[in-house]
């Protein structure tokens, strides 16, 4: 089956740094890369996806890279806030014969300090 | 995107009882699961509830101790049973459907803390 392994597993930066984080996966048949981030007490939210045809995706400050030859994807957040504190989760998954089923990373806690 | 809401959001429970959790999507959805969230930990699969037909587990979940139900595309529960400490935990709930990048998105509920004493 699929493994995903992130790092780091707790970031820390100051305000207006930027953050990265990397994950890698096994298997060269997954195709769809998600990114979720979870607040304290709250719902993972996805945040910006990726599909393997895809090298690279912006959203305002966040951006997603993929090397599909390297097998692994990042997450990348400039200017970074405060309020960009929380747990942040890649995930990886391979859409088959009518099923999804991703597999998750164990997470990177990003604490940006003002 | 899909909303998603669970009841209860937390609750307290002896050990040897069962506790059934709601899931109630606001709109059609292909896929629904479980997961369980431990303080701190990633997200583990516990498994995917099929609409009309038994739930497909992982590895370590069996029916007997987390029955599942879905009777229709936008309703499921998850039933923790025989409870022990150990079974504390966030359960969250998620739903997928094809989004508009023509892959599945991905959203959970709000979860359910379960304390078991």
């Known amino acids: 089956g699929e493994n995903v392994e992130q790092h780091p597993s707790t970031l820390s930066v100051q305000e207006g740094d930027s953050a990265v984080i990397k994950c890698t996966y096994s298997?060269?048949?997954?195709?769809?890369f998600p990114w979720y981030k979870q607040e304290l007490g709250k719902r993972p939210q996805l945040i910006i996806d990726?599909?393997?045809?895809?090298g690279e995706k912006k959203d305002q400050r966040i951006a997603v890279t993929l090397n599909k030859t390297a097998k692994h994807f990042s997450l990348h957040i400039t200017e970074t806030q405060p309020e960009d504190s929380a747990v942040y989760f890649c995930?990886?998954?391979?859409?088959?014969?009518?099923?999804?089923?991703?597999?998750f990373g164990r997470g990177t806690s990003l604490i940006v300090h003002p | 995107s899909a909303v998603i809401s669970q009841k209860p959001s937390r609750d307290i429970c002896q050990r040897g009882t069962s506790l059934t959790i709601q899931c109630q999507v606001d709109?059609?959805?292909?896929?629904m699961f479980w997961y369980r969230q431990q303080p701190g930990q990633s997200l583990t699969l516990i498994a995917t509830?099929?609409?009309?037909?038994?739930?497909?587990?992982e590895s370590g979940f069996v029916i007997d101790k987390f029955p599942i139900s879905r009777p229709n595309l936008t309703f499921s529960t998850l039933t923790v049973s025989n409870m022990s400490p150990e079974d504390s935990s966030i359960y969250l709930c998620?739903?997928?459907?094809?989004?508009?990048?023509?892959?599945?998105?991905?959203?959970f509920g709000p979860g359910t803390r379960l304390t078991v004493t």
């Open positions: 998620s739903a997928a459907s094809i989004g508009d990048s023509l892959f599945y998105e991905q959203y």
């Open positions: 298997d060269s048949a997954s195709n769809y």
């Open positions: 990726i599909r393997s045809n895809v």
């Open positions: 995930a990886a998954s391979k859409p088959s014969g009518g099923s999804y089923i991703p597999t």
């Open positions: 709109s059609q959805v292909t896929m």
């Open positions: 509830a099929n609409q009309g037909s038994e739930a497909t587990y």
